[in-house]
């Protein structure tokens, strides 16, 4: 029995088919509000395949890479024919996910196994890891951030695990009347005729907001943990440095780095950015956004 379902997100489609496979509603969840049923010929950036079986896969040899987050591991591979094999487990020893994607980035299958924290890891790292890559020659970004809407516009705090995005995020929506949470772990930023933009998606980390949603973006600030509250726009080389270590991007491929280089120059030429040394209180969330509405160009 074969499944597809057509998304779109950051106003990019994409499908994802299943063969004799069954995706539970709580496994798709996150991304019921981005459904949709318009679809034209080769306007997908991307098909995903989930199968079942994820047994007896092949040994791969030639590895790019091994990487390690809070939720799981990673390891890429080559394969002779210039397409990429990913191999996800949620610990040191059990796969349980192995993705292979095209060349072009334009199909991929995915096996998939485990319990149901592993099926959602791996569902959710195999279709992140295929939109960036797909996605980036768009002028489009995923970005490690938590987003807040005010008066129809987005603002983006990023910073290392940890710094407190959330947590500033929150004090804005407690501290700002009439602000909501856009996205809280992985907005996509999309440049369109000139104007940024930032959409929610449905990827938020551990906060449920899945906001099917595009807004101009206000402002990009880049928080650092302090004992004191001190906002400094950036310009130059020091807006791009704030932004590089929050967009996912495969570094070490030429064409993607450079596809993800063009579009944070176009960004920060655009939008205002901002370092934040910050506490983590109501009094640092209204100093920020004090300073971003009043440099505001959208």
């Known amino acids: 029995m074969n499944d597809c379902h057509l998304y779109c997100v950051g106003g990019h489609l994409f499908a994802v088919e299943s063969q004799n496979v069954i995706l539970s509603e709580k496994e798709l969840e996150s991304y019921a509000p981005f459904l949709t049923d318009y679809c034209s010929e080769g306007s997908s950036i991307f098909t995903l395949t989930i199968l079942a079986e994820i047994n007896n896969l092949p040994h791969v040899e030639n590895k790019i890479t091994e990487l390690q987050d809070e939720n799981g591991y990673m390891s890429l591979f080559s394969l002779p024919n210039g397409a990429i094999s990913i191999h996800l487990s949620t610990n040191t020893d059990d796969e349980c996910c192995r993705l292979h994607i095209s060349q072009d980035y334009r199909i991929a299958k995915a096996w998939i ?10 569902l959710d790292t195999a279709l992140m890891l295929l939109y960036t890559f797909a996605s980036s020659k768009y002028n489009t970004l995923m970005l490690h951030a938590s987003t807040v809407e005010y008066d129809s516009n987005g603002y983006l705090f990023l910073g290392k695990s940890g710094t407190g995005k959330s947590t500033h995020s929150r004090l804005w929506i407690e501290s700002i009347n009439g602000s909501t949470l856009l996205n809280d772990d992985n907005p996509i930023v999309r440049i369109i005729d000139g104007t ?5 998606s449905p ?4 906060t449920c907001c899945y906001r099917n949603r595009r807004i101009p973006v206000g402002g990009i600030v880049r928080l650092q943990q302090a004992p004191y509250n001190k906002i400094t726009p950036l ?9 590089l270590p929050s967009c996912s991007c495969m570094k070490w491929n030429h064409e993607m780095a450079e596809a993800i280089h063009s579009t944070i120059s176009k960004v920060i030429e655009k939008v205002p950015i901002y370092s934040f040394e910050c506490l983590p209180n109501k009094d640092a969330a209204k100093l920020c956004f004090a300073e971003l509405r009043s440099n505001h160009k959208v």
């Open 113 to 122: 196994g485990g319990t149901y924290r592993e099926r959602r890891y791996a």
């Open 196 to 200: 940024v933009y930032v959409y929610g």
């Open 203 to 206: 990827w938020s980390g551990k």
């Open 235 to 243: 310009t130059g080389i020091n807006a791009y440095a704030s932004l």
